[in-house]
C-alpha cells in the first residue's frame, strides 16, 4: 500500500482502490475521490440501499484482520514479525462478500466498512484529537460501531477502550443537542477477541453493561440532558471470537456465523426486541449515497476545523449541494432534446418563416416530465424543505424555456394560419371565378375559418400541460380567432370592390347601348320640324334627357338591387352594402357622364345634327322624301329645318328635364355620404358637382355638356354644313330644270 489517494494513479480503477479508499489521511486531510470510489464499487446509485459501519478499538487488536475476514476487505494488517503501526487515518472500503455465508444468510447489499486508526497512547503518542475527531466522524456516518476488544480487557474500567468509548459518548451528545429531532440511534456491537470460553459470553456482557453505565454516568451531560440515559441513544450487541492464532478453524468458523449478523433487520412490534439481522432502519443516517461523500466532507471539514458539528445543517447545506447537482444533470437531458428545437425556432424567426415544429407539444412535456421524474427520483431523498424549494426552482426554469418556446410555436401558427386561412378563400374564389362566377363567399369563409381554426386548436390543445397553468392557450386561440374575423372581413371588402367593379361595368356596358339608342333619336328628324305654329321641336327631341335620366335611373337601380343580393348573400353589413350602393351610384353617375361626352363629342354630334337637317329637310311631315321643284319654297324649308336643328344646339348643351326646365335631383339620387364609409372608399371617386360642396363646382355647371365656346362653334360648323346641303339641293333644282 502506498499510502496515497488511490484514484490518483493511471491503472485500473480495481487495482487502484484493492485496498479501498483512505478517507481521511494521517495529516488529516479528506480525499476528494471518495466519490469516484462509491461509484467505481456502484454504492452511489444505491439510493438509501447501503449500511456504513466503523471499527475501534486499540491498536494492534486485530481490528483490521477482522474486517478483512468479515468483509473480505484488504485493509493492511501489522505482519506478525515488524509490531508497528499500519493503518493511518480511516481508510474506507465496501464488502466484498457478496455471497451467501456457510449458514446460507445472504449479507446486507452495499456495505462500506470503515477501519479506523487505532486509538492508544502508543500510536499518536499522546494525541486524543485525532481520536476525538475520528469517534465524531464514525458517530455523525456510521449506523454500526464494531467496538474490538481483547477478552482480558473486559472490565478494566481504566483501559484504553474505555477512554474511547468516553469519548464516543460525550460527542454522541454533542451531536444530539444540535439535532434533537432526527434522534438518530446507533449500534454499539462488542466483539470480544480471544475468547477462550471459561467465561460465558453473558457474563462478559453484563460486565461490559455496567462499565458502560458508569461511564455514562461519569460524563458531563449538556443542560437539558443531564437525565438521558445511555439507552436512549445506543443498542447493544456483543460476539465472542476465539484466538485466530491458536484456533484458526473455529476462528473462521465464528466469523462466519458473525457475518451472518450483517443483515437488515427491524424492532419487534411485541417487545422491541430485534428480529433479523444488525441493521435496524433507524440507525440509517438517511444520507443518499450519492451525497454521501459531500455529506462526510462537509461534516469532516467541520470537524476538522473544530466547528461545532451541526449535523441538521450539514445535511441542509448537502441538499442544496446535491439538488443543484442532480438538477444540472438532468437538464443536459432535457436540453439534449429543447435546444436543438430553440435553435430551430431562432432560426425560422431571424429568417421570418412562420415554422410549426411538429409534435413539439408531446416533445416537450415527454422532456418536462422525464427530467422532472429524473430530479425526484435521485433529489427526493435529500432535505425535504431543501428539495422542494430547488425542485420548484428546476420546474420554474424548465417552464421558461417551454413557455418561449410555446409561444414562438403558437406565434407561427398564429402567422402560419392567418396565411392559409387568407390563400384558401382568395383561391376558392379565384377558383369559383373561372367556373363561371357562380360561388358563395360566405360559404367559402365559414369553411375555411372552421377549418383553420380546428389546426390552431389542435395545436394549442397539443402543448397544454394538465395541471399546469402557464400552458393554457385559450387567450392565443381567441387572438386568433379574432385575427380570422379581421382578415375575413378585409377578405369580405375586397369581394365587396370586386362585386362593385362588376356591377359598374355592367352599368357602363347597359349604358353604352341604351344611351346610345336614344340619341340615335336625334339622327332621324323625320317626326317632322315640330308644331309649324309654335316651333317647339317634336317630341323625340323636347324630352331627351328626360328619356336619359329614366333609362339611366332604371339600369342604376337595377344594378343596384344586383349589387345588393349579392353583398348580403356573403353577409355583408348593412352599412358595407350602404357604402357600396352609394359608391356605384356615384360612379354610374360618372359613367353616364362620360358616355354623354362620347355622343356629343364634335364629329359625333355633328353627325347627327347633319342627319337630323337632312331628315328635316329632305323628308316631309309624312316622311316621304321630297323631290325639288322649282316652285318648291326651298329657302322656306331650309331655314325651318335649320332653324329647327339648331334648336336643338341649347337642348343639348345642358341636361334638363322637359317638364320642369331644371336639371333632375343629381344630390336627391346619390344621396348624403353614408356613415359607414371610410377614407378609402372615397380615394378613386371624381367629384361631382352639386354633390361635392366643397369642391366649388355647382349642379349647374355639372349638368353643362356643352361649353359656350363649343356651342358657338358648333352652330358656326352647322350652319356651313347646312348651307352646303342647300346649295346642293337648288343645284339639283335647276341641273333638273336644265335636263
Ligand atoms: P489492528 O491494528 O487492530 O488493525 O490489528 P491487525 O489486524 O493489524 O493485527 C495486529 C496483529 O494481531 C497482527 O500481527 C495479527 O496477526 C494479530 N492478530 C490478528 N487477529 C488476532 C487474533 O484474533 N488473536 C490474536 N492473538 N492476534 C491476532
Ligand atoms: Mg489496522
Redesign the pocket.
Known sequence: MNGHFAAAGNGSAAQNYEHGIQVVDEDKAFNTNLNDYLTETHVAEAGFNYHLISVF??????????LNHLFGTE??????SE?R???KGIWMSKNKREGPSNGGTKMADNILVM?VE?TDGRERGEDQDFERKSALFALATSEVLIV?IWEHQVGLYQGANMGLLKTVFEVNLQLFLKDKQSQTRSLLFFVI??HIGHTPLSNLRNTLIQDLTKIWSSISKPQGLENSKIEDYFDFAFAA?P???LQPEK?VAEVDNLGARFTTGHRSTKDQEFVGGVFLPEYHRRIPADGLSVYAEGVWDQIVNNKDLDLPTQQELLAQFRCDEIAREVLVAFDTIIVPLEEQQAEATRLGKATVLPDLGATGAGARERCMKAFETQASRYHKGVYTMKRGELEAKIDARLKTLYQGQLSAAHKAGVNAFSDAVTGAVKAGQKAGGSYEFAEIVEKQKAKTLEIFKKEAQGLSIPGVAWSNFKPQYRLFEKELDEVSARLRKEEMRRLAIRVERWVKSRLGDAIGLEFNKLGSGRGGTGAPETGELPPTEKDLWDRVWTVFLGIVSEAESRFTDRAKSFEASEEEVQVGLWRLRRKSWVALRERIEEEVMESNILMKLRENFEDKFRYDEEGVPRIWRPTDDIKGIYNKSKESTLELIPLLSRFRLAETYAPPDLPGFIGPQPAGAEPEDEEDLPPIGGVDEEDGKSLEEEMTVLSESKRQDLVVRFKKMADAVYVEATRSTISGISQ
Open positions: 478499538g486499540s491498536q494492534s487488536t486485530g481490528k483490521s484482520t477482522l485493509f493492511s494488517v501489522m505482519s506478525e509490531r503501526q499500519t493503518t477501519d487505532g474490538n477477541r480471544d471470537l484466538h485466530k492464532i476462528f
